[in-house]
Structure formats: structure tokens, C-alpha cells
């Protein structure tokens, strides 16, 4: 039997995954990695830097999310310990369109991400 991890690990990872698949799998990292991953790699963050990323991918219609590995495994390590997803937009976020498929695959989450579908 497949853990969560591994399971969301092959459905990240996959190359299928559409632009916005992807979009939402960075905001979970990004999520993830600030409230719940403690690694002795971790930085602090630079909040002017990261609200003017958020703000530039925000009015970017071309925005690519590119998906660190590294990151990606930190993700699905904190996975089974996260029991409220937060990815909630403010006006400085663009807004996660196609989160479902994280969703229905893994009927886990469904339950903690606070939004409508």
C-alpha cells in the first residue's frame, strides 16, 4: 500500500500535469514549506521579496511554475502532518483554478483545504 507521500510524490511528478496542476502543487510546497517543514536547510524568509514574487506571477498571464525536487520531497514528507490546507488568495496572489485533481486523488485533503469547489 502507497503512503500519502508516495502517492502525491508520482501524481506531482507526473509531466502531465497541466499549468495550473502545477500552479496549485507550488502553492502547496510554498504553504508546506513555511508552516510546516523544519529542516535544518530551512531559511528565513524575505517578505519584501516574496510579495513582489507573489505580486509579479499574480498579473503574469505566462507565468511556468517550476517545481523544485527538493522541495517537492520536503513537501511530501510534512504531507502526512498537515491538517488545514491555508491557500486561501489575497489581492497580491493569483488564485488557484484547478486544485480538484489534488482533491479527488487524494480524498485525505479534502477535508482540510478551506474552499469552496
Not at 13 to 21: I, K
Not at 38 to 49: C, I
Request: charged share 30%; glycine share 4%; with cysteine.
Amino acid at each position: 500500500m502507497e503512503t500519502i507521500s508516495e502517492n502525491f510524490l508520482a501524481w506531482a511528478e507526473d509531466p502531465a500535469r497541466t499549468l495550473e496542476e502545477r500552479y496549485g502543487i507550488l502553492r502547496l510546497i510554498e504553504f508546506a514549506y513555511a508552516r510546516h517543514y523544519s529542516g535544518p536547510d530551512k531559511r528565513e524568509l524575505n517578505y519584501e521579496a516574496d510579495r513582489l514574487m507573489r505580486s509579479d506571477r499574480c498579473y503574469d498571464a505566462a507565468y511556468n511554475p517550476v517545481i523544485d525536487p527538493i522541495a517537492l520531497r520536503n513537501t511530501a514528507g510534512v504531507l502526512h502532518g498537515i491538517t488545514k490546507l491555508e491557500l486561501d488568495h489575497f489581492g497580491d496572489e493569483r488564485a488557484i483554478r484547478d486544485f480538484n485533481r489534488l482533491i479527488v486523488k487524494h480524498n485525505r485533503l479534502l477535508n482540510k483545504y478551506n474552499r469552496t469547489i
